[in-house]
């Protein structure tokens, strides 16, 4: 297994709730290392750039809107595998589905206000990474 980073956002229903700590434990405790890490509050025309891929599905306006509302906490991780290993820890997209322990079994509101989102694949691992992030800010 490879030495990954994965893009995670800690998003508005949990910021508001209080659980960034909460959540990095989890991460934490299953051996990934928050390597980078800020708290920003996304526009709207920022929140819709970074799920353009969305773009055509029903619940885009939603999500844009949910994502813009108020901060975010948007982080690097890294560790063996992470990008499996990060959605592992996520679980399930819809709570309803999500595994015990995992992070949006316990904190999840509904499918949308799902308190994380995480890389889904290498590539796309690499270009979430730079959109929030310089090399400057990647210390390792
Ligand atoms: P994931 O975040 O697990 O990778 P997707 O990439 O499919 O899931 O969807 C991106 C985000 O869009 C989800 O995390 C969730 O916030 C939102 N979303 C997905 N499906 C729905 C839905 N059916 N209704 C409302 N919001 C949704
Ligand atoms: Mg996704």
């Known amino acids: 297994m490879a ?12 910021t508001r709730r209080n659980l960034t700590g909460k959540i990095n434990a989890k991460f934490e405790d299953a051996g ?4 980078a890490q800020k708290r920003i509050h996304l526009s709207p025309a920022q929140a819709g750039q970074f799920y ?3 773009a055509e599905r029903p619940f885009y306006g939603e999500l844009v809107e949910f994502m813009a509302s ?8 890294e560790g063996e595998d992470a990008i ?8 399930a997209t819809n709570p309803a589905n999500a595994d015990a322990g995992t992070i ?3 904190f999840a509101l509904s499918v949308g206000e799902n308190s994380v989102h995480g890389s889904d694949a ?3 691992a690499k270009e ?3 959109f929030f992030f310089s090399g400057l800010e990647l210390v390792g």
């Open 3 to 14: 030495i990954e980073r994965t893009l995670s956002i800690i998003k508005p229903d949990a």
């Open 32 to 35: 990934l290392r928050i390597v």
């Open 52 to 54: 353009a891929v969305h």
């Open 70 to 77: 108020e901060p975010v906490v948007v982080q690097v991780l």
């Open 84 to 91: 499996a290993k990060n959605r592992e820890v996520m679980g």
């Open 104 to 106: 949006r079994k316990e």
């Open 122 to 124: 290498p590539e796309t």
């Open 128 to 130: 979430e990474i730079a």
